[in-house]
């Protein structure tokens, strides 16, 4: 662990729209310094992607971009992210992310030029390693056209690079159904740090070598997919909450590395981020219902200086297509917040605590996301010095703040739920400090069908 | 000498509480008793029927074990050692399968369909399935038809499912459910997964559409039954 203080200590700094590095675009957008922007994410309707279906697949994104940037003028909007996302045959066949991004970008410099009208673009690959099973994380051949499409990509407008790398997925599966957070530190702490580090050291030089904007990772296949598990009940809502608070280590690893934020995201783990490196962040809540369900729609966005859908269809509603309802519902939303940050610190901070307070007694997921709490557990994770320390102390502050809010009938959770407290808080007690003890204590009962320890340096 | 129906209670709880052997810490309520393993030996032992040991006791366990997680009572890790549980019994009931004295249910060929990484949810899906006395086979993710098409040769009766997490794979599964009707134009076909529904379903030719794991389960009692 590099980070051994909180860049935000007090909590009441710790607001939407301000991070104590801002982060200034191409264009001149400057993320974190007191304006929050809309951060727009699409998707095609049911379509097959191949060299065939380009011109359709461009149709698509031509009208999704230029309908998004003209309701974003016609709306005053102070800018806009448009997040690329891309699908599968995108970062396999890096030629067709590469015409996109050129395409998107033409449109952005059009709005710029001829209105004045700052956009970017983040450009966020698939980690395609997750083809092969068991994945192959750094000898996969996926990760040349990955590397392909960020280098080429980056050149043809992608300003800000992120990804939701999958190190650790293939353990962190397994272990989020069972419930298993020994397994969960291991997949995120151990298996997770070494590939974040592998991965973000070269996107890193990729964003130095063109000129770009290393923005974030985040842990979507891990703490997003416990919050969508979790809200389907499959997995317990208290051992949700922990799974995001462990991501965070391995999150952080991208900023150790030398990226600057924006973060991204879906993990949710930002504000962490934020609280303890600085960094301006991304934040979906209410506003991503279109793409999955969330018990923390309006404290999510207690930090974010950025707010995004997540993912829309690209097909019809009545108001119009997908993306752009959803571009006029993020405008509204940041404009509000825009709005309270002009009005000053006391607004904001009362506005923080309206966020804050209609959704942290529902649900410890949401407990976790308020600023006070975040600074709890980020400065019990600052204390450490290792990242399976830093994961165990971050979560066992967790639980404490999890069954003291129980204790104090703050916090809505079933006897269901409450049963599996003691049996997180032992597991966690039992994980050593030192990543050399856990890995020996955690080999042999990895699953080597499905792992490959060899790809992460193991 | 303990009655066969006591026998066959107390292994449909070892299953249904994820008691996989004595040795094993979980339930800490059943800490130290016998669990699945040692029960379903007892209960050869004493020459019950390996149908009825199959049925009443692992299938009636992860019934119970799925009714609690359908209301919402139970949570996936439990659904999971209790088919942990089944499995460690079904070991000793191996010969009898083999022998012909043990029929399973059926056979449910599942993967995620070409393109397509995601599998939690197919797993959970495999996982009830399999509770439910079904022989399952999973392909994995990102199948083709080709090795759908090859499952029904290896097992003539057998019942497809398929999911699709992505809209842009929704355009595989029809493909998929294409081809293999090309071939096959009555095979029973479940199609599942985020961006799916039931009028897609119909839309595409599969047979069922099922929202969740545990409508699987119902869908195929019924074809079973």
Redesign the interface.
């Known amino acids: 662990m590099r980070f051994h203080t909180l860049a935000i200590p007090d909590a009441r700094d710790l607001v939407f729209g301000h991070a104590p590095h801002p982060v200034t675009t191409r264009r001149g957008l400057v993320l974190g310094a007191g304006t929050v922007y809309p951060e727009l994410n699409f998707?095609?309707?049911?379509?097959?992607?191949c060299r065939e279906t380009l011109p359709d697949v461009k149709a698509h994104y031509h009208q999704i971009v230029s309908e998004a940037l003209r309701r974003a003028r016609d709306l005053h909007a102070p800018g806009l992210v448009l997040e690329f996302e891309t699908?599968?045959?995108m970062t396999m066949t890096p030629s067709i992310g590469v015409e996109l991004v050129e395409l998107m970008n033409g449109l952005c410099e059009e709005a710029y030029q001829k209105h004045g009208f700052r956009s970017e673009i983040r450009l966020t690959p698939n980690d395609s390693r997750?083809?092969d099973?068991p994945p192959r994380m750094r000898s996969s051949s996926h990760l040349d056209a990955m590397f392909e499409l960020f280098e080429r990509g980056a050149a043809a407008g992608g300003d800000l690079l992120s990804i939701e790398s999958t190190g650790g997925k293939e353990v962190h599966?397994d272990a989020?159904?069972?419930?298993?957070i020994k397994g969960v530190t291991f997949a995120l702490a151990v298996l997770g740090v070494r590939d974040m580090r592998f991965l973000w050291a070269r996107i890193v030089e990729v964003a130095r070598r063109t000129g770009r904007i290393a923005g974030g990772d985040t842990a979507c296949g891990f703490g997003n997919?416990a919050m969508v598990?979790a809200e389907?009940?499959?997995?317990?809502k208290v051992f949700a909450a922990l799974v995001r608070v462990i991501s965070v280590v391995r999150t952080l690893v991208a900023v150790e590395e030398g990226a600057t934020g924006p973060d991204k995201d879906c993990g949710y783990e930002g504000p962490y981020l934020k609280a303890i490196a600085g960094i301006p962040i991304s934040m979906e809540g209410k506003t991503a219902a279109c793409a999955h369900g969330s018990p923390v729609g309006n404290v999510a966005a207690a930090c974010a200086d950025l707010w995004s859908n997540e993912s829309v269809?690209n097909v019809k509603l009545l108001g119009g297509f997908a993306p752009t309802v959803y571009l006029e519902q993020l405008e509204y939303d940041t404009r509000f917040l825009n709005a309270a940050i002009r009005d000053g610190r006391s607004t904001v901070l009362k506005v923080q605590q309206l966020q804050v307070e209609s959704d942290v007694h529902l649900d410890p997921q949401a407990l976790v996301l308020a600023p006070q709490n975040v600074v709890a557990i980020a400065g019990e994770m600052v204390k450490a010095r290792t990242y399976v320390e830093a994961a165990r102390r971050g979560a066992l502050r967790a639980l404490d703040l999890i069954e003291a809010a129980i204790g104090e009938e703050a916090l809505l959770c079933s006897e269901?739920e409450q049963g599996w407290l003691p049996r997180l808080r032992e597991e966690l007690n039992a994980i050593p400090d030192e990543e050399s003890a856990f890995v020996e204590q955690m080999l042999p009962a990895l699953d080597l069908t499905k792992t490959i320890p060899a790809e992460y340096g193991l | 000498m303990t009655e066969p129906n006591d026998l066959l209670d107390r292994l449909s709880t070892a299953v249904e509480l994820g008691k996989t052997n004595q040795a094993a810490p979980y339930p800490p309520r059943l800490r130290g008793q016998p669990g699945a393993d040692e029960l379903c030996r007892e209960a050869i032992a004493a020459g019950l029927a390996p149908q009825e040991i199959l049925g009443q006791g692992l299938i009636t366990g992860m019934s119970r074990i799925g009714e609690r997680f359908s209301q919402g009572k139970a949570f996936v890790p439990e659904m999971l050692l209790a088919a942990r549980a089944m499995s460690a019994a079904m070991v000793h009931l191996k010969p009898f399968f083999a022998s012909g004295q043990v029929r399973r249910r059926g056979v449910f060929v599942i993967g995620t369909v070409a393109g397509d990484l995601h599998d939690i949810g197919k797993n959970i899906v495999a996982m009830m399935v399999e509770g439910a006395g079904w022989e399952v086979v999973d392909l994995g993710v990102d199948v083709k038809a080709d090795r759908f098409l090859a499952e029904i040769e290896r097992h003539p009766s057998c019942v497809l499912g398929m999911s699709a997490l992505l809209t842009t794979t929704m355009v595989n599964m029809e493909k998929m459910v294409g081809e293999i009707r090309g071939r096959d134009a009555e095979r029973p076909i479940f199609v599942g997964g985020a961006p799916v529904n039931a009028e897609f379903c119909r839309k595409i030719g599969a047979t069922f559409y099922a929202p969740d794991p545990q409508g699987v389960v119902e869908r195929l009692a019924k074809l079973a039954a």
Not at chain 1, 176 to 180: E, K, R, T, V
Not at chain 1, 232 to 236: C, D, E, S, T
């Open positions: 998707t095609l309707p049911p379509m097959q992607v699908l599968l045959e997750d083809f099973r599966d989020l159904l069972m419930c298993d997919t598990l389907k009940g499959f997995i317990p269809q269901q």
